[in-house]
């Protein structure tokens, strides 16, 4: 079945960065955008950015850019996305989710799990 | 970027009661490319209704989506116990950029 598989949780110290990944399978990797959001906790959600999988092309949310990256290895169909310079305000559970089809404009109907990452000195 | 307001912020209800969920963009959403999506303590979020009024694959038709513009709406028929949870809308009409609403929790009364 299509789903997406995301890296077990984290704990960083601040000012350093994390990468989490996120493993598709059961469908054509190349041919869905895929999308990074993240939840603090007891909040809302928040996009960060998308990677289309067949360029490698990306764009990320104007609060994130230049701290943010996304990137993908299509020969084992995985996203990562690394943050950098972390602080407290960076905990949050990090989901990937799916375009939910082919093109750009569409909305997200597979998720991730969700990785918890915790920014703790 | 587009600004999504949902209210209420919590609905208190029963079970078989009806729900009406609203969330308003601060500039209307391109050919309506509005979605939301139920979130339960502890899971990711799944996708209920695209295009302001599709339901997604495997969605009850007790979830129905409304509106245009600026105003949606989401209804949910009759509540069932599994109904209680966080409802988001989410605008990707405005691409490359998505945002969401705040969320409104549907909770037990």
């Known amino acids: 079945q299509v789903q997406l598989v995301q890296s077990g949780a984290e704990v960083k110290k601040p000012g350093a960065s994390m990468k989490v990944s996120c493993r598709a399978s059961g469908y054509t990797f190349t041919a869905y955008y895929m999308h990074w959001v993240r939840q603090a906790p007891g909040q809302g959600l928040e996009w960060m950015g998308w990677i289309n999988p067949n360029s490698g092309g990306t764009n990320y949310g104007q609060k994130f850019q230049g701290w943010v990256t996304i990137t993908r290895d299509t020969s084992i169909t995985t996203s990562y996305m690394e943050l950098t310079r972390l602080t407290s305000d960076d905990t949050a559970v990090y989901f990937c989710?799916?375009?939910?089809?082919?093109?750009?404009?569409?909305?997200?109907?597979?998720w991730g799990q969700g990785t918890m990452v915790t920014v703790s000195s | 970027d587009i600004v999504l307001t949902q209210s209420p912020g919590t609905l208190s209800l029963s079970p078989g009661d009806r729900a009406t969920l609203s969330c308003r963009a601060s500039q209307s959403v391109n050919s309506n490319y509005l979605a939301w999506y139920q979130q339960k303590p502890g899971q990711a979020p799944r996708l209920l209704i695209y295009g302001a009024s599709s339901r997604a694959t495997g969605i009850p038709d007790r979830f129905s989506g409304s509106g245009s513009g600026t105003d949606f709406t989401l209804t949910i028929s009759r509540l069932e116990p599994e109904d209680f949870a966080v409802y988001y809308c989410?605008?990707?009409?405005?691409?490359?950029?998505?945002?969401f609403g705040q969320g409104t929790k549907v909770e037990i009364k």
């Open positions: 989710a799916r375009g939910a089809s082919p093109g750009l404009v569409t909305a997200f109907d597979i």
């Open positions: 989410q605008q990707y009409g405005n691409s490359p950029r998505w945002t």
